[in-house]
C-alpha cells in the first residue's frame, strides 16, 4: 500500500478538513492520520488503485501533495506557537513567503535530494533552524527586524549542525537566501549517491571556510540576477499583512484558572488571557472515532481557534477559553498521563517504512507499557525518541535521550544518543553514549528513574557523569 502527504501552509488544519481527512483515511486508509515529525499528516493504506482518486478528492479541498516528498524543497518548518507567545516577532508570514515562492514553479523541484527550510521566532525555538540545510533565526538589530542565518545542517546516519551564514539579514532578504542556497546545492549536492546527496556533505566535503566562499559566490549572483525583485515582493506581503493584523488594546482580557499553568501541554497568551493546548495522540496516530469527537468538540464552541500541527507529533489548538481548555483535557485524557516521558515518540518503523531496520512503534508500545503502572517514577526519567534506523526520523540526535535502531546477529538493538548542547548560537548534536539491546530498554530505564531518585539529580545532570555510561554498559553486556 501507499503513503499521501498534503501541505499543510503555515502548519494550519481546520476541523472541517480535519474531519474530512479522517473520513478518507477510513474509506480508503488504514483508519488513521498520522502526524510527522516535519508538521504534516499522512495517510497511509491506500491502495495503488485508489491513489487517483484519493488525490483528485482531497486536490478538489485545496490539498495538494507537490514536493512533499521526493527530491525538493520539504514543508518549511516554523514554530507552532510563533503569534501565540512572546518572542522576538511573528514569523508565520515569512514562512508562508518562502513557501509560496517555492511552489510557483518546477525551480525547486529535481535537486540531488531534500532541501529542508525552518525559521525561528526567538532563541528558545531556534533548534530546527540551527540544524537544517537553510534556518532563519528571527533577531533585532538597531531597531531592524531581521535574521541570522544558518545553513549546511542535517540530521541522518552522517549528522551535522549547521554553520552561521550571516548574522543579520533584514527581513525582506530571506527569499536571496533560500535562492542562493538552492542554486548551491543544485549544483554541488552529489546526483549519484543518494547516501551522500544532502547539503551538508557540501559542507563536510569542502570545510567551513570553502563552503561559506561558494555560499557568497552564489547569493551575490542572485543579487545580481534579481535585483530589487526579491526585496519588493516580500515587503509588500508584509506591508500589506501589517495593516491587516489588528492591534489589541485595552486591558488583557484574564481568563486563567488557578492549576493549569503546571501542565506542560498548556501554553497561556498573554495579550488575550487564553491558552493553548498540546493534544498528543499515542505514536501520532489519530483515529476515526477520536480524531472526530475531539473536532466536533471544537467545532461546538462559539468562537474561532486554531489548530496547528507541531514537529514532534502533536496538534496545538490555540486560543482556547480556559473553561473549554479544562473541558477539550478531560476529552484527551487517555492521550496523556501527567508526565513528559509518556510523550515518547518514535519514527514511522520498518512495517510502513522501506528504508526502516526495527519497527519502532512496537517497541515503543512495549517500553511504555512497562510504566503504566510506575507513573511516578516515570516523572524522573526523559522524554525519548526512537528511530528505526540510523535515518533520524525521529531526531533522536537532538532529543533528550535518543535511540537508533540496528539489527545483530543476537537480536534488535539500539545505540543510545545524549549530551547534546541546543543553546547558544550554535549547537552540539547528541553523541553515542553506547548500546544495549531493545527488549532491555524498559529495565535500564527503571533503574536510571531510581538511580535519579534516589541520588536527587535531573536525567540533565546524571547524564554528564560517568556512572550513566556504567549504567549503560550494565544492561548492554549481558549482565541483566
Known amino acids: 500500500t501507499y503513503m499521501i502527504r498534503p501541505r499543510f501552509l503555515e502548519s494550519k488544519i481546520t476541523p472541517d478538513n480535519m474531519k474530512f481527512l479522517l473520513r478518507q483515511a477510513r474509506k480508503y486508509g488504514d483508519g488513521r492520520l498520522h502526524l510527522t515529525t516535519r ?26 501533495t507537490k514536493s512533499t516528498g521526493g527530491n525538493g524543497a520539504r514543508a518549511v518548518i516554523i514554530p507552532p506557537t510563533s503569534g501565540f507567545e512572546e518572542e522576538v516577532f511573528d514569523v508565520t508570514v515569512h514562512g508562508r513567503i518562502i513557501t509560496d515562492y517555492i511552489l510557483e514553479g518546477q525551480g525547486f523541484m529535481n535537486l540531488p535530494r531534500k532541501y529542508k527550510i525552518s525559521l525561528s521566532n526567538k532563541e528558545e525555538n531556534s533548534l530546527y533552524s540551527k540544524i537544517n540545510d537553510l534556518g532563519f533565526q528571527a533577531v533585532i538589530r538597531k531597531g531592524r527586524r531581521g535574521f541570522r542565518v544558518y545553513g549546511g545542517g542535517g540530521l541522518g546516519p552522517i549528522s551535522r549542525e ?3 551564514l550571516k548574522e543579520f539579514i533584514e527581513e525582506d532578504e530571506i527569499l536571496y537566501q533560500v535562492e542562493a542556497i538552492k542554486n548551491l546545492f543544485s549544483e554541488h549536492g552529489n546526483r549519484k549517491i543518494k547516501s551522500r546527496a544532502r547539503l551538508r556533505y557540501v559542507l563536510i566535503n569542502l570545510g567551513e571556510k570553502e563552503f561559506l566562499k561558494l555560499y557568497r559566490k552564489y547569493l551575490k549572483k542572485v543579487y545580481e540576477e534579481k535585483g530589487d525583485l526579491l526585496k519588493k515582493r516580500v515587503r509588500k506581503i508584509l506591508d500589506d499583512r501589517n495593516q491587516k493584523k489588528s492591534i489589541q488594546t485595552g486591558k488583557k482580557k484574564e481568563t486563567g484558572i488557578k492549576g493549569l499553568s503546571s501542565d506542560s501541554n498548556i501554553i497561556k497568551e498573554e495579550k488575550s488571557g487564553n491558552y493553548g493546548y498540546y493534544i498528543r495522540p499515542p505514536k501520532g496516530n489519530i483515529y476515526t472515532k477520536e480524531g472526530n469527537r475531539i473536532m466536533n468538540f471544537i467545532k461546538k464552541l462559539d468562537y474561532e481557534v486554531e489548530l ?27 492521550y496523556y498521563s501527567g508526565s513528559e516521558f509518556f510523550n515518547s515518540y518514535s ?26 503502572n510506575k507513573k511516578e517514577l516515570a516523572e524522573y526519567i526523559p522524554k525519548i525518541s526512537l528511530s528505526g534506523c540510523p535515518n533520524s526520523c525521529a531526531a533522536h540526535k537532538i532529543a533528550k535521550m535518543g535511540f537508533s535502531g540496528k539489527k545483530k546477529k543476537d537480536g534488535d538493538y539500539f545505540t543510545i544518543y545524549a549530551r547534546g548542547e541546543f543553546k547558544g548560537k550554535t549547537v552540539k548534536l547528541n553523541e553515542e553514549v553506547g548500546e544495549i539491546k531493545a527488549e532491555k530498554i524498559p529495565y535500564f530505564l527503571e533503574e536510571l528513574a531510581e538511580t535519579l531518585k534516589q541520588e536527587n539529580k535531573t536525567y540533565e545532570q546524571y547524564m554528564q557523569e560517568e556512572k550513566f555510561i556504567e549504567l549503560i554498559k550494565k544492561y548492554s553486556e549481558g549482565v541483566i
Open 39 to 64: 508538521q504534516d499528516l499522512q495517510l497511509h493504506g491506500i491502495k495503488r488503485e485508489d491513489i487517483a482518486e484519493v488525490l483528485e478528492k482531497i486536490s478538489r479541498k485545496g490539498f495538494f
Open 162 to 164: 549547521g554553520i552561521v
Open 308 to 334: 496547528k500541527l507541531t514537529s514532534d507529533q502533536k496538534i496545538l489548538v490555540r486560543n482556547l477559553k480556559a473553561e473549554d481548555l479544562i473541558e477539550l483535557k478531560k476529552i484527551t485524557g487517555k
Open 347 to 372: 519514527c514511522i518503523g520498518r512495517t510502513t517504512c522501506n528504508l526502516g531496520i526495527l519497527d519502532t512503534p512496537v517497541i515503543l508500545d512495549y517500553i511504555l507499557e512497562h510504566f503504566n
